[in-house]
């Protein structure tokens, strides 16, 4: 029989065509799917010689290729459900962590050139008398701010720092860590630190958590602790 005849109504098949001859329906996708697959199976046997007829072994070879691909298939699927399921967990984790505390990890604040450092901490407890220190990288303390004037305020202050040590002198702009020691209204002394807040809300971004600490929202991949 004729080859040529055959070997295009293979790539008929291949293509996503409906039909060997007449209307063709085309893959709008040109993607060679497992039913494409099957279909040029089956036209295969259809048009080989009967005097000669396809090798056993080729049968079962693409017979395995046909279930290689529908387990590849399975797989991906599974793979998207398990992806979504995590998502939601991930989802459900954020909102369970409103009103625990979160920790950044870290207690660094950035000084910027020519301009003042602003930041949040923390207060548990109501501040009753106290002080608050900035540290450069080295752990010495640079400046020291007393906390009388926010006594009897707990929760997120606010606070400035203009990069001016306690002699008096202008800083270089870099990372700064900042901690604070207070006594609280019933006397009992306390230590907080800037990066670490209750967890007020959550917000979602395409699909990905943001916490709210203090005024600003942070990625939960940002935050190394809750508790």
Known sequence: MATNGITQDLN????GNTKSSGTITQNPKSVLNKDSFMKLLLTELQYQDPTSPMDTEKILAQTSQLATLESANNTNKAMKDLVSNLNSSMNMGALSAIGKMASLGSNNITLPKDSPAKFEVYFKNPIQSGSLSISDSKGNVVRTVSLDDQAGKDGILEFQWDGVDDSGQQMKEGLYSVT????DSDGSAQKTQFGIYPVESVRYDNG????????????MASISEFY
């Open 12 to 15: 008929q098949v291949a293509n």
């Open 180 to 183: 604070a020691n207070y006594t």
């Open 208 to 219: 990905k958590p943001l916490m709210k600490l203090g005024s600003s929202y942070v990625p």
